[in-house]
Structures are given as C-alpha cells and as structure tokens.
C-alpha cells in the first residue's frame, strides 16, 4: 500500500504559480501511478492529474490542462504538482492520492485509492 501525504499549499494571488508535493510511503511505490483530484466548497471532488508509475504518461482535466504539470521521482518517493496562472476558480482542499491498484492508471476520482489529507490552496482574486 502507498500511503501519500501532501505539503505546499497556501494563498495566491490570480495568475501566480505554487508547486504542491507528496512523499509517499509503501515499498511498491513504483508499481502505483499517482495523481491529485480536488474538493472546493459545497463541490463535488474533481479529478485534476495523474501519472503512470514509470512516470512516462500523464493526464490533465481539462480544467488544469495547460497551466498544472504532475511529476514524480520514484528515487525520492514523491510526487509534484506545478501549478502556474492560477485562477480564483482553482481554489480548493488538494488531495495526494494512488491508484487503486498497481498498474492501473486512474482516470476519474473513483479510480484513486489511499489518498493523503489534503493541502489547500486558495487563489485570491
């Protein structure tokens, strides 16, 4: 099991950048891919990125695509969101979470599994 804790959050202002982190700890680290999904208030939880677990392949929603970039070091254990002109809509708790199983790669936040406690970020207009 991959168990992910966040770090990084904060307060922006509109079109400024933050970069979340997420160390992860399980020794089958690298047979999971890893992502982030959000909540915002009184909102549903949205899928925003994920990555294989060789880190080969990645997938945006919409919403980020262009402006969020997810990475990992699996030497390290952990797992980047780079997010740059952020907008007040971005706002959110942040979630750090793995795939539901190894080798699968989540597309949707049903696909996550263990998830860390989340970080917020919120983008000030």
């Known amino acids: 099991q991959v168990q992910p804790v966040e770090s990084g959050g904060g307060l922006v202002q509109a079109g400024g950048s933050l970069r979340l982190s997420c160390a992860a700890s399980g020794r089958t680290f690298t047979n999971y891919a890893m992502g982030w999904f959000r909540q915002a208030p009184g909102k549903e939880r949205e899928f925003v990125a994920a990555?294989?677990?060789?880190?080969?392949?990645?997938y945006y929603a919409d919403s980020v695509k262009g402006r969020f970039t997810i990475s990992r070091d699996n030497a390290e254990k952990m797992v980047n969101l780079q997010m740059n002109s952020l907008k007040p809509e971005d706002t959110a708790v942040y979630y750090c979470a793995a795939a539901k199983g190894p080798w699968e790669l989540p597309r949707s936040v049903a696909d996550f599994g263990s998830r860390g406690q989340g970080t917020q970020v919120t983008v000030s207009s």
């Open positions: 990555i294989t677990w060789g880190g080969g392949r990645t």
